[in-house]
């Protein structure tokens, strides 16, 4: 008879939530150790910690094979322990490993002499090498998250990619009947080529944001416009329907700006290599200044004209704030701003903007309205046109989320990346 294995995930991160779902989910009795208990107490009553769509609900629907607990002396007791604690990235995209050091220094003399340790945590190359315990019993894990669709993700993987201390080493029993549960291709390598496969993916998609953001800006030299241009974009196999070919406003979030780092410190004496990151780095600042930009070069920052800026969050159906485009150009303006955010609650009132509940109060009393954040409720912006046109609104909309003829026919000014303004 197969002996199923006692799962525990250390460290209570958006990351491991996720990952504890996709196992009770999968009929794994799980167990999440943290030292904080403020957090424990939180799950344990349900109370929401990340707003990530159905997180909390496909917690409550799997809680009874779900546990918490703040004593790390049970840790002895698990057949798999995954390291699952997000790590903070500051401004630049580097890495702070600090609590990820002590979470391992914590957990590492606890575990059983039969048990595995596997890493979900996202690690620079070099990092599991390092880990003091046995190499035989220890694996990385690389995780492909995405903010707002981190549940499905998590519960349907694409693949699953395990690094080991050889490629050629069998993966053990506990860890394969975990494995197989998920029933997608397992692709196995060295722990060096798995860490470096994490910063490949963010890569390649960071790639893909900034050609598409040159492309877009292209097309307004020449009087092109890019959302016609990415329907062909998406029927092309070789990119196809799931590619980041929508312009917007540079890179954020933290995630993909850590591998952007994470490169470049490995080129970075490299004379040509390095310009790859670095080029990363150079647009994505760029395209996160457009709006400021043209505001700048239309007049428009001025005390006396009152600014709407619609979304706070660093992208849609998260209500993470990291790099937020919104909060920095907030930083740069004297203009007097109302914001809103349907999901994004600031604890802390804030001198230079006003909050509001309403979306209404954006429309009704903006002069000047931006979507730095493009949630599909904003669409629906055509149905307050007797405000704009009383107010002679600006609309400003990086991310192409409107049908700018709307717009144009009630002489409403618009302007959009990836088509020519000529407001």
Request: hydrophobic content about 40%; aromatic content about 10%.
């Given at each position: 008879?197969?002996k199923?294995?006692?799962?525990?995930?250390?460290?209570?991160?958006?990351?491991s939530?996720?990952?504890?779902i996709?196992a009770?989910?999968?009929?794994?009795?799980?167990?999440?150790?943290d030292?904080?208990?403020?957090?424990?107490?939180?799950?344990?009553?349900?109370?929401?910690?990340?707003?990530?769509?159905?997180l909390?609900?496909?917690?409550?629907?799997n809680?009874?094979?779900i546990?918490?607990?703040s004593n790390?002396?049970?840790l002895?007791?698990f057949?798999l322990?995954?390291?699952g604690?997000?790590?903070?990235?500051?401004?630049?995209?580097?890495?702070?490993?600090?609590?990820i050091n002590?979470?391992?220094?914590?957990s590492?003399?606890?575990?059983?002499?039969?048990?595995?340790?596997?890493?979900?945590?996202?690690?620079p190359?070099?990092?599991?090498?390092k880990?003091?315990?046995?190499?035989s019993?220890?694996?990385?894990?690389?995780?492909?998250?995405?903010?707002?669709?981190?549940?499905?993700r998590?519960?349907?993987?694409?693949r699953?990619?395990?690094?080991?201390?050889n490629k050629?080493?069998?993966?053990?029993?506990?860890?394969q009947?975990f494995?197989?549960?998920f029933?997608?291709?397992?692709?196995?390598?060295k722990?060096?080529?798995?860490?470096?496969?994490k910063?490949?993916?963010n890569?390649?998609?960071?790639?893909?944001?900034?050609t598409?953001?040159v492309?877009?800006?292209v097309?307004?030299?020449?009087d092109?416009?890019w959302q016609?241009?990415?329907?062909?974009?998406?029927?092309d196999?070789r990119?196809?329907?799931?590619a980041?070919?929508?312009?917007g406003?540079?890179?954020?979030?933290?995630n993909?700006?850590r591998d952007i780092f994470a490169?470049?410190?490995?080129?970075?004496?490299e004379?040509?290599?390095?310009?790859?990151?670095?080029?990363?780095?150079?647009?994505?600042?760029l395209?996160?200044?457009?709006?400021?930009?043209l505001?700048?070069k239309?007049?428009?920052?001025?005390?006396?004209?009152?600014?709407?800026?619609?979304?706070?969050?660093?992208?849609?159906?998260?209500?993470?704030?990291?790099?937020?485009?919104?909060?920095?150009?907030?930083?740069?303006l004297?203009?007097?701003?109302i914001?809103?955010?349907p999901?994004?609650?600031l604890?802390?009132?804030n001198?230079?903007f006003?909050?509001?509940?309403?979306?209404?109060?954006?429309?009704?009393?903006?002069k000047?309205?931006?979507i730095?954040?493009?949630?599909?409720?904003?669409k629906?912006i055509?149905?307050?046109?007797s405000?704009?046109?009383?107010?002679?609104?600006?609309i400003i909309?990086?991310?192409?989320?409107?049908?700018?003829?709307?717009f144009l026919?009630?002489?409403i000014?618009?302007?959009?990346?990836?088509?020519?303004?000529?407001?």
């Amino acid at each position: 008879m197969i002996k199923i294995p006692k799962i525990a995930f250390v460290g209570l991160s958006h990351l491991s939530l996720n990952y504890i779902i996709a196992a009770s989910a999968n009929n794994f009795k799980v167990t999440g150790f943290d030292t904080q208990k403020e957090i424990i107490n939180k799950l344990k009553t349900n109370s929401i910690i990340y707003d990530e769509p159905k997180l909390n609900e496909s917690l409550k629907k799997n809680q009874s094979k779900i546990n918490f607990s703040s004593n790390f002396n049970d840790l002895k007791k698990f057949d798999l322990i995954f390291l699952g604690k997000d790590v903070k990235t500051n401004s630049y995209g580097k890495s702070n490993l600090v609590e990820i050091n002590r979470l391992l220094k914590l957990s590492i003399p606890r575990i059983s002499k039969n048990s595995l340790l596997i890493v979900l945590s996202q690690i620079p190359p070099g990092f599991m090498r390092k880990i003091k315990f046995d190499k035989s019993r220890l694996y990385y894990q690389v995780e492909t998250l995405i903010f707002g669709d981190s549940i499905r993700r998590a519960l349907k993987p694409e693949r699953i990619i395990i690094g080991s201390n050889n490629k050629e080493d069998k993966i053990k029993k506990k860890f394969q009947i975990f494995l197989k549960r998920f029933n997608c291709p397992i692709i196995q390598m060295k722990y060096e080529s798995a860490e470096l496969t994490k910063i490949a993916i963010n890569i390649y998609l960071a790639s893909s944001i900034t050609t598409t953001n040159v492309l877009s800006k292209v097309c307004e030299k020449i009087d092109a416009n890019w959302q016609d241009i990415i329907p062909a974009l998406k029927l092309d196999k070789r990119i196809g329907k799931s590619a980041y070919i929508h312009p917007g406003l540079g890179i954020s979030g933290g995630n993909i700006e850590r591998d952007i780092f994470a490169l470049r410190r490995i080129v970075e004496k490299e004379k040509f290599f390095n310009l790859l990151p670095k080029s990363f780095e150079k647009i994505s600042r760029l395209m996160r200044d457009w709006i400021f930009e043209l505001l700048k070069k239309k007049s428009f920052i001025k005390k006396d004209i009152k600014l709407g800026i619609l979304g706070l969050a660093y992208k849609a159906k998260t209500n993470s704030t990291k790099n937020s485009v919104a909060l920095e150009l907030i930083n740069k303006l004297p203009n007097d701003i109302i914001v809103y955010d349907p999901k994004v609650k600031l604890q802390k009132k804030n001198k230079r903007f006003k909050q509001v509940q309403k979306v209404q109060e954006i429309y009704k009393n903006s002069k000047i309205i931006i979507i730095a954040t493009p949630w599909s409720q904003f669409k629906n912006i055509s149905n307050y046109l007797s405000y704009l046109k009383k107010n002679k609104s600006i609309i400003i909309d990086p991310y192409n989320l409107l049908d700018s003829k709307t717009f144009l026919q009630n002489k409403i000014r618009y302007f959009s990346i990836g088509k020519k303004n000529v407001n």
